[in-house]
Nanobody
Framework: QVQLVESGGGLVQAGGSLRLSCEFS????????IAWFRQAPGKEREFVAG????????WYADSVKGRFTIDRANAKNTVSLQMNTLNPEDTAIYYC?????????????????WGQGTQVTVYS
């Protein structure tokens, strides 16, 4: 059974940085595309960033382009999300998700497996 465990969330001042990690287990990691989504209070869950099976292609939401970087390490079964220049609008629970195939990397329905999430709070 595939399991995803996020870590690295926390409280940070606006302008600061955090690095989230997603640890994958229970399957062949290199067979899965991985994405990060987030959900802010009172809002729908939204796509943040994604990477294909080998990390050769990446995708980002417009709101995080140039500030966030997704990176996968297949040898370690992990995907990280480096978040720089954070602002209060980035406050949300961040989820890691995995899929063996996708029609749209941006669509949460694509992903069969989800982690429990990690809280990121940015204060001004």
């Amino acid at each position: 059974q595939v399991q995803l465990v996020e870590s690295g969330g926390g409280l940070v001042q606006a302008g600061g940085s955090l690095r989230l990690s997603c640890e994958f287990s229970g399957g062949t990691f290199s067979s899965y595309g991985i994405a990060w989504f987030r959900q802010a209070p009172g809002k729908e869950r939204e796509f943040v960033a994604g990477t294909d099976w080998i990390g050769g292609r990446t995708w980002y939401a417009d709101s995080v382009k140039g500030r966030f970087t997704i990176d996968r390490a297949n040898a370690k079964n992990t995907v990280s999300l480096q978040m720089n220049t954070l602002n209060p609008e980035d406050t949300a629970i961040y989820y890691c998700a995995a899929a063996t195939s996708w029609t749209s990397v941006y669509n949460e329905g694509t992903y069969a497996y989800w982690g429990q999430g990690t809280q990121v709070t940015v204060y001004s």
